[in-house]
């Protein structure tokens, strides 16, 4: 059996970004998972001493706290600087460019739609800076109740897929005067699903490395699975079953933006060691 690893996958800037941020500045703490992958979260920890905090109210004066990759809603980085607290921001640019959107275009009086999960911390942080309140879709159907003024503004999570994206726009040209459509969806996001859907139409077997709780891997597996219905989403080489590559010929690996190289070249390891 032969081993392919899509062209694009893996760490994206933001994450590197992040990453290098966190490794400069040890016995500090993150407010919320730095990215969302618990291994590489549990390494910042061990060599780093780079700890975790899931409530902001727990910081006290003088702490330094590092600001994740997918930012935090507006009101609590405002509260956490007046408090006195070291505020490292990680947040990555491609995080912060929709947050400046949805603010400049409330403001101006347009109805602020966003595509992506509302129950996503980027998604949270996003909709707390439309200061006019912004609605949060997933598809156009949860449109079809909601009334939204002439003007509108659509903007992209970074790791939603492009055509449902599309599916959101083109469902509101049409219904209104003026629709403005940002393309806040990150490249790398794009060219690791561009990858993965190109791999998976030729391998008999796919495995995508990355967080449970990663959007963009569970992305990468939806668009595998399209294409391989042989697809399977681990976290690292641990989850592997040795069962799943009897009689496969080729084998595609993809990875989340959050997984690390150490943890895909484990996987990739542990299949060469078993399988071939």
Not at 147 to 161: C, F, G, M, N, S
Not at 177 to 202: G, H, M, P, W, Y
Not at 222 to 233: G, L
Request: with cysteine; proline share 3%; charged share 25%.
């Amino acid at each position: 059996m032969k081993i392919e690893l899509a062209e694009s996958y893996g760490f994206c800037f933001g994450v590197k970004r992040a990453i290098k941020i966190a490794e400069e500045n040890q016995n500090a703490a993150t407010y919320g998972p730095l990215i969302h992958n618990p291994k590489e979260i549990a390494r910042l920890d061990s060599d780093f001493k780079v700890g975790l905090v899931e409530d902001f109210k727990t910081f006290q004066a003088g702490d330094k706290a590092i600001v994740r990759t997918h930012g935090i809603v507006k009101d609590e980085l405002k509260a956490l600087k007046e408090s006195g607290v070291d505020v490292v921001d990680a947040t990555c640019p491609f995080v912060t460019k929709p947050q400046e959107i949805a603010q400049e275009m409330s403001e101006a009086g347009y109805s602020v739609v966003i595509f992506g999960d509302v129950a996503h911390p980027e998604i949270k942080g996003v909709r707390s800076y439309a200061t006019k309140g912004a609605v949060v879709v997933t598809s156009p159907k949860e449109l079809e109740d909601i009334k939204l003024h002439d003007r509108v503004a659509l903007i992209a999570q970074t790791t939603r897929k492009v055509e449902d994206y599309m599916e959101i726009a083109n469902y509101l040209i049409p219904r209104h005067k003026e629709v403005r459509v940002f393309n806040t969806i990150c490249n790398a996001t794009f060219e690791n699903q561009d990858a993965a859907r190109k791999l998976s139409k030729r391998a008999d077997i796919m495995i995508i490395i990355g967080g449970k709780n990663s959007s963009n891997t569970k992305q990468l597996f939806n668009i595998a699975y399209e294409n391989c219905p042989d697809s399977y989403h681990i976290e690292d080489e641990n989850e592997l079953e040795m069962s799943w590559f009897e009689g496969k010929e080729l084998c595609g690996i993809s990875a989340g933006a959050s997984t690390p190289d150490w943890i895909i070249q484990n996987v990739v390891n542990a299949i060469e060691k078993n399988i071939i």
